[in-house]
């Protein structure tokens, strides 16, 4: 997670002391992620070594702003996309990857409780978009919108990708199983033609 | 989110089961289904293609009849009924809201709002101030005398469901409200459609998209005519995101 860059971003439009910087990180992304003054510490003393921040000269509190290199390298994270191409070890996927060579384990009902979960997590993250006006008018509500609506898209991909892999799992067991293929992992009995 | 009052059971499923055909090509579109919708309660179902949410609407909406089983609207039970005493109730009491919106395209917005309650036997004066109101709760009285050509895709739903919950009626059944519209545009619709439950109504919506299920209070998942799993009711506030505001 970025809470470098984040910081970087937080401090070109102002100085900020350190309690300042954790507040507005949380304030400005929703508190979807909550950070510790040790992360805040840590990060500006990395940011400071790595001449990307500088203090204010005799700020007490010590003030942070930008250096010359530290707005380079907000400008370079700005303009460069969020790498995607190394995915995150991601349990679920491992366990239905798991789950469909394993003899015995209905893999429909695994889809069945995970759907139902994450459709409970979507209700949930829905109530609380509810909650926002339609229209928002302040930057914060907007800020905090956005990062909603990704955990809500997030929530949907899952939700239709384990609909995905019902229809593809029903499918297989359709096939005649090969003498030499392990015991089908699927309740063989499923009437998927309606 | 502020706490929602759920009141009474306003629809109520007991063992529905609908058979096509019969013999060994028989299909059981719909096997002991039992569901129970309270006022101030929106009920999603979801399911693939042929789960059976079609069949269970039309039901609910007594366009159909169980091969058995009950269904209980506003305390009548229809079988008990017959056809008229069915259509009377279902007519007065059910509004539907379609993928397609089904206006009629030579009324205005004000007008196809107050046709049912003209059938109804409500006066054309007071019809068309009911129409008004019902068009008013869903923010857009000020198009009252548009046609639905000169409307917006978003617009026309909202005229499909002042019309559904026009004068008594307190139970919409909607297939598909968002399944023409944008992304956006259907996150609105699915808002007002909230909005008008939460003001006193109930609501069943068959939807294949999880996003616009969400804003039900929950969802219940049909599989060959059966229900599997439901999310349940309201998560307590406390279960919701951590350590957000």
Known sequence: ????????????????????????????TGGTWPLNMGQVSTTLDRLVRDGLVEQVPSSDPAAYR???DGRAELAHWWSTPVVRSAPQR??????????VTAPGVDVREIVQAQRTETMRAL??????????????????DLAWSLVLDNLVFSAEAEVRWLDHVEVRVARAALRPATPSSAPSPVDTRADVTR | MSPRAVGPVLLSARGVTRVHGEGPSAVRAL????????????????????SGKSTLLNIVGGLDVPTSGTITLAGEELSGLDARARARLRRRSVGYVFQDFNLIPALTAAENVSLPRELDGVGGRAARGEARAALREV???????????EMSGGQRQRV??????????RLVLADEPTGALDSTTGEDVMRVLRARIDAGAAGLLVTHEPRFAAWADRTVFLRDGVVVDGTGRRAEPESLLTGTR
């Open chain 1, 90 to 99: 991601d349990e679920l996927s491992i366990k239905l990857a798991l789950a």
């Open chain 2, 139 to 149: 923010g857009i009285e000020d198009l009252a005398d548009r046609f639905p050509d």
């Open chain 1, 123 to 140: 209700t949930d993250l829905t109530r609380l978009k509810a909650d926002l006006p339609a229209q928002v008018e302040s930057a914060d």
């Open chain 1, 66 to 68: 930008l250096t010359a």
């Open chain 2, 160 to 169: 499909a469901i002042a019309r559904a919950l026009v004068g008594p009626r």
């Open chain 2, 31 to 50: 096997d002991g289904v039992d569901l129970d919708v309270r006022l101030g309660e929106l009920v999603a179902v979801m399911g693939a293609s042929g």
């Open chain 1, 1 to 28: 997670m970025s809470v470098r860059q984040g910081m970087l971003a937080l401090l070109a439009s102002e100085p900020m002391h350190a309690y300042q910087l954790r507040q507005q990180f949380e304030q400005r």
